[in-house]
């Protein structure tokens, strides 16, 4: 399973990814569940939840010289936020596909 969605998400026409199922009890084919009858997560749910946190971008610093933070995460929703010392500023931004950097100006 972890090859097929390494393949699907490194694919530039996969738009997303579905699991049609996870639960022991009500999975058609035998051995393809990620959480058995007891709902203990299996061997493979645990390695699709250690995929799931890899795919995941955090990143935290501090504005460079030239006002600029940078970052290499991968494509998805993005929540920023940015701390003074008396406020907080909350963005949200989108990365698309693509193997161009973004630049995101926020207004502050």
Partial sequence: MEVMLREAFAHPAVEGIILWGFWELYM???NAHL?????????????YLALKKEWLSRASGYI???SEFRFRGFH??????????TTKINRTFVVDKGELPLAINIDL
């Fill in 76 to 85: 998805g929703t993005y929540n920023i936020e940015i701390n003074f010392p």
């Fill in 35 to 47: 959480v058995n009858a007891e709902g203990k997560i299996n061997a493979a749910g645990k390695r």
């Fill in 28 to 30: 058609p084919r035998e």
């Fill in 64 to 66: 460079d010289a030239h």
